[in-house]
């Protein structure tokens, strides 16, 4: 019988350690079954066992595709104690069959992209539901939130509330590990209780009242609810506090909102846009949640006539969850005021809801969507029309033209002219202000800004038809 080979990882989430033993062994040929695999949380299990293997150079012959990387990545973060075995296993057979991947029905896959799913979601919602109170110490401002993470993904997440939060002082206190932000460095430390964690600020009262106003009590799914928020994150979320005493009172807001929709034509617009905005703040309808900061939802009178439609949020937008309000946005009020026409009065939205983007450095760099990503979002795009039901609609852009038309546009060409929408409304095409900032030639620039001012001078005067 081949002898057994033990493995110590640094940790629970050592995905490099891992990695690194992985491809040594498979290059060696040593089986699956021949592998103990251990961390510090399993560690007395086999603390007698032999000392872990030296790491070698990896064979180049090893098959390791991206796509295992990547889901390698996600799986290993998962708490079942058998992660690091079952990878294993799948990272040998793969050298056997490299198509092993796209095999969704072989378990062993089955079970690992559940776990990566398992694991992204639990990144997702440590993003979404975390929430920090603030206190003071002797350096001044410190943010302290309290985090219960099902998987091990602690460390994983840290770079994302570095750069989110870059300009502030926090702490990130979990079961596990805790991170703490000075502005400069993460430091590591024990993981902490609950009880270290401040239990309230005035800050609360701002997110009970945003909650409360946003809460829609026709759409009540408890199941659905505790899907998108775990009930294990109830407790530390100030804003689900209130929700008791508003499924309690859910009857008879139900009631009136069905009163006021029967006596007042779009009477339920409101509440309806309020819930769809809602439940796209969770969309994980394609990738680009992981990467993003949130959701921005489409804004506006749920009574425009006039629905204006970008490509996706940029930086600025993608902090601060609104669409249109970085440089492109302001080059769009300039015009639109041009045209006469009142940005207030029209719908704002993008074809696709999430930042889509390459680091660089420090910066994030605008990545142009995809035909997948748009047409996956092109669903809450929808949603907004429906509750909408603009008169016209005007794309801005080649992504805007084909989640409004649902096909490929030469904008050069389908300019300045009015297409019928399958729903009854006129479609209208122009530039994307970004392209008029773009322009390096100052004449060519005004030139082009005109044309996109008379542009949305013709996408108006089809209102007064
Ligand atoms: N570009 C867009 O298309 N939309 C925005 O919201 C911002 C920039």
Same mark, same amino acid.
């Given at each position: 019988m081949a002898a057994l080979r033990t493995v110590t990882l640094s940790g629970p989430d050592d995905v490099a350690g891992w990695r690194d033993a992985a491809r040594t062994l498979a290059a060696q040929g040593v089986a699956p079954g021949a592998v103990i695999w251990q961390t510090g949380e399993s560690g007395d299990l086999f603390a007698a066992a032999p000392a872990s293997i030296a790491i070698a150079e990896p064979s180049a012959r090893l098959r390791v595709p991206r796509a295992f990387i990547d889901l390698a990545g996600a799986a290993l973060l998962h708490r079942d104690p058998e992660r690091f075995a079952l990878l294993y296993a799948a990272l040998c057979r793969l050298q056997a069959h490299p198509r092993l991947l796209d095999d969704e029905a072989d378990p062993l896959i089955a079970r690992i992209a559940t776990m990566a799913k398992a694991v992204r979601r639990d990144i997702h919602k440590m993003r979404a539901f975390l929430r920090f109170r603030e206190t003071h110490d002797d350096d001044g401002l410190r943010y302290i939130a309290w985090f219960e993470p099902e998987h091990h993904i602690v460390r994983a997440n840290a770079g994302f509330f570095v750069d989110r939060f870059a300009a502030m002082r926090w702490s990130i206190l979990t079961p596990e590990l805790s991170l703490h932000w000075d502005g400069e460095t993460v430091r590591e430390g024990p993981g902490a209780t609950r009880? #270290? /964690?401040?239990?309230? #600020? /005035?800050i609360e009262a701002v997110w009970q009242t945003y909650y409360a106003s946003i809460f829609n009590p026709a759409r009540i799914k408890i199941g659905a609810m505790l899907k998108e928020m775990p009930k294990r994150y109830w407790k530390n979320m100030p804003e689900t506090a209130l929700v008791p005493s508003l499924i309690a009172d859910a009857q008879a807001r139900e009631r009136r909102m069905i009163d006021t929709a029967r006596t007042q034509r779009g009477g339920n617009a409101e509440a309806a846009w309020h819930a769809l905005r809602e439940e796209a703040a969770g969309c994980t309808r394609c990738p680009l949640y992981k990467n993003a900061t949130q959701t921005v939802f489409g804004e506006g009178p749920t009574s425009a006539a006039m629905m204006l439609v970008g490509e996706q949020p940029g930086d600025q937008e993608d902090l601060a969850g609104r669409a249109f309000v970085g440089p492109a946005g302001q080059m769009l009020d300039r015009a639109l005021a041009d045209a006469g026409v009142d940005r207030a009065q029209a719908y704002v939205t993008n074809a696709v809801k999430h930042f889509k983007f390459e680091r660089r450095g420090k910066r994030r760099i605008h990545s142009k969507p995809n035909a997948g990503e748009i047409e996956a979002c092109r669903w809450w795009y929808e949603q907004e029309r429906l509750v909408v039901k603009p008169q016209v609609t005007v794309a801005l852009g080649a992504t805007a033209a084909r989640s409004v038309f649902g096909r490929p546009m030469t904008i050069g060409r389908e300019r300045g002219a009015a297409h019928e929408l399958p729903d009854g409304g006129t479609g209208w095409v122009t530039v994307h202000p970004s392209y008029l900032l773009r322009l390096p030639d100052k004449a060519k620039a005004a030139e082009e800004f005109e044309r996109f001012v008379e542009d949305l001078r013709g996408a108006a005067a089809l209102l007064r038809r």
């Open positions: 009880g #270290d /964690a401040p239990a309230d #600020d /005035a």
